[in-house]
């Protein structure tokens, strides 16, 4: 069964970094999406990078381009979200969740089947 465990999440100061961690286990494909999410007001979750276990390829939402950097560690199955320059908007619920290969292109949640539990993550002074 596959599991999705999420770390690294809290305060961090306007300005800071903060690095989450997802571990995925029982995949059984050797090639699939993972993906960061966050809430926003409201029941959604809208993409802030994806990444595609295969080849790397990314996809970033545009306010965090340059800031954030999606990496994974295919030895491990743990995708890491390096965040950067953190501001008070960043703040909210960071989701980590699986999908096919090809949703990282589209990085939206409606692509994504499996999730995570959620982590806290909080820019503030």
């Known amino acids: 069964q596959l599991r999705i465990v999420e770390s690294g999440g809290g305060l961090v100061q306007p300005g800071g970094s903060r690095t989450l961690s997802c571990a995925v286990s029982?995949?059984?494909?050797?090639?699939?999406?993972i993906g960061w999410f966050r809430q926003v007001p409201g029941p959604e979750r809208e993409g802030v990078s994806c990444?595609?276990?295969?080849?790397?390829?990314?996809k970033y939402k545009e306010s965090v381009k340059g800031r954030f950097t999606i990496s994974r560690d295919n030895a491990k199955n743990t995708v890491f979200l390096k965040m950067n320059s953190l501001e008070p908007e960043d703040t909210s619920i960071y989701y980590c969740?699986?999908?096919?290969?090809?949703?990282?292109?589209?990085?939206?949640?409606?692509?994504?089947?499996?999730w995570g539990q959620g982590i806290q993550v909080t820019v503030s002074s």
């Open positions: 029982g995949s059984t494909l050797d090639d699939y999406a």
């Open positions: 969740a699986t999908g096919e290969a090809l949703a990282f292109r589209i990085c939206t949640r409606d692509v994504f089947t499996n």
């Open positions: 990444i595609r276990s295969g080849d790397g390829s990314t």
